[in-house]
């Protein structure tokens, strides 16, 4: 597959890359949001149980964010393999798996130990922290199966291994379906049980991917040599992963404001409100990063190959495949948002409230296509610094400000917080795609 990133037809060869990733991401989208469809349906407490669940989303969040902070080494693989550099790979793939082990350690014991105060931080009221409290103390055990299964998967779909990664994703996400029902309802564990499953699906996930990158198929293994941590090759994996590591830890930012705002503006019901709507969010945004996923593997190693024409295929193709996705998935949003949000609860008050504030905080998304396309081509040519200005201007400089100043104005309460979101969206996603026009011709000249 190494060498077929080089010479096969672009058109084929992204949609042979990306179709696996998509379907991956899908999958994942499942993982992600079964628990709050199981949790939202729990007789007589399934309201309270989904606000408690959606405070705990910024410490996974976290979690993840140091994930895609260490498992970014695998871009800067891709080029050295563009270049016919495979030791130099092995060194990225070494290292960043030492960075994610260690990652899990620290992260999994300090939040472990603050969990409580965070959660009342992000928005967690006495009602809801029970809830909150009891599922993240079992997720925070399984800190490592989380860390490895994300972060090393990221080298199986860099190789051109896409098909390995979407198993990946897919064994934890079927098995996390299956087993929800079974220790929520069928053993009567509530919340601890849709915590207990999604622990077990990303260690059996987690096995899947040690055991694939230290077999025989990988072009890449992980060798102990390899863990040993390099000053240079740290440095070069995390200048590279800072940027998707802001845009996923500003998430926990922007879960904290929005949370804290919708108890302050709202009650309760509105914090599980929260909880759809970033669920809703992730049905467009997870599939347009698989998407991306799919074509950085083609677009770093050609650039690395320094095939610049082949590079511009998959970027124009990719760009318009994405933005016809986001504007029409948004737009099925927007015209039947009670369907989308009645698949997380069943409560008539959730559900009429659900209806136009799902229609304005979803309005930007449309663009995202643009904005994801261009953005993960800058990571894929190792433009760290440009990625890193586009992370931050979306959610630190563009949607938290906006988040405290608009329920302010006129009253508006939860509809300033609900508009922030649309206006960011806006905003980032042309100021994305206009810096990569003039940039783009800079590097390829």
């Known amino acids: 597959m190494e060498n077929k990133l080089g010479y096969e037809p672009i ?6 890359m990306a179709v696996p990733t998509v379907l991956a991401q899908l999958v994942n989208l499942l993982y992600n949001i079964i628990d709050r469809i199981y949790v ?10 989904l606000a408690g669940l959606g405070v705990t989303f910024p410490i996974i969040m976290l979690i993840s964010a140091f994930a895609m902070l260490a498992g970014m080494g695998a871009s800067r693989a891709a080029i050295a393999m563009g270049k016919g550099d495979n030791e130099s790979a092995e060194q990225y793939l070494g290292n960043s798996t030492a960075l994610l082990i260690i990652f899990a350690v620290l992260l999994g014991s300090i939040f472990f130990i603050a969990r ?5 931080l992000f928005g967690a009221s006495e009602n809801t922290l029970p809830y909150a409290s009891s599922y993240i103390s079992i997720y925070l055990i399984g800190t490592i199966f989380v860390q490895i299964a994300l972060g090393l998967n990221m080298f199986i779909t860099n190789q051109g291994f896409t098909k390995i990664s979407m198993i990946t994703i897919c064994i934890g996400a079927v098995l996390n379906i299956i087993l929800d029902p079974v220790f929520i309802y069928a053993f009567g564990m ?28 990988t072009i890449l293994k992980i060798r102990l040599k390899n863990l040993r941590l390099r000053k240079k090759t740290v440095v070069s994996i995390i200048s590279l992963g800072i940027s998707p590591f802001i845009m996923q830890a500003t998430e926990c930012l ?24 970033f ?21 770093g190693y050609n650039y690395g190959a320094k095939k610049f024409d082949r590079v511009k295929s998959a970027f124009t193709l990719q760009f318009k495949i ?7 998935t948004t737009l099925a949003v927007i ?7 009645g698949m997380f609860t069943n409560d008539p008050e959730l559900l009429n409230i659900g209806i136009n504030t799902t229609r304005l905080f979803l309005a930007g998304m449309t663009l995202m296509g643009a904005q994801s396309a261009c953005q993960q081509t800058f990571l894929a040519l190792g433009e760290a610094k440009i990625s890193l200005f586009l992370a931050c201007l979306r959610k630190i400089i563009l949607l938290i400000p906006l988040a405290l100043i608009l329920p302010k104005i006129n009253n508006l309460g939860v509809w300033g917080l609900l508009l922030a979101e649309a206006v960011s969206d806006v905003l980032a996603a042309s100021t994305t795609t206009i810096m990569f026009y003039f940039k783009s011709k800079k590097l390829f000249k």
């Open 254 to 277: 922007i879960q904290l404001t929005f949370n804290n705002g919708m108890l302050k503006y709202g009650n309760d019901l509105y914090v599980a409100l929260m909880s759809v709507l």
């Open 116 to 120: 409580d105060k965070l959660l009342l």
């Open 190 to 217: 509530g919340v601890n049980g849709a915590a207990l499953a999604t622990i077990i699906s990303q260690a059996v996930s987690a096995i899947w991917v040690i055991k694939f990158l230290t077999g025989k198929k």
């Open 11 to 16: 058109s084929r060869l992204l949609f042979k």
């Open 279 to 299: 669920s809703l969010m992730q049905l467009i945004w997870l599939p347009l990063s698989g998407f991306s996923q799919g074509a950085q593997p083609i677009i």
């Open 335 to 341: 015209l039947f948002p009670k369907v989308f949000v």
């Open 40 to 49: 939202g349906r729990i007789p007589e407490t399934g309201s309270l149980s």
């Open 322 to 328: 994405s933005l016809g996705f986001s504007l029409l």
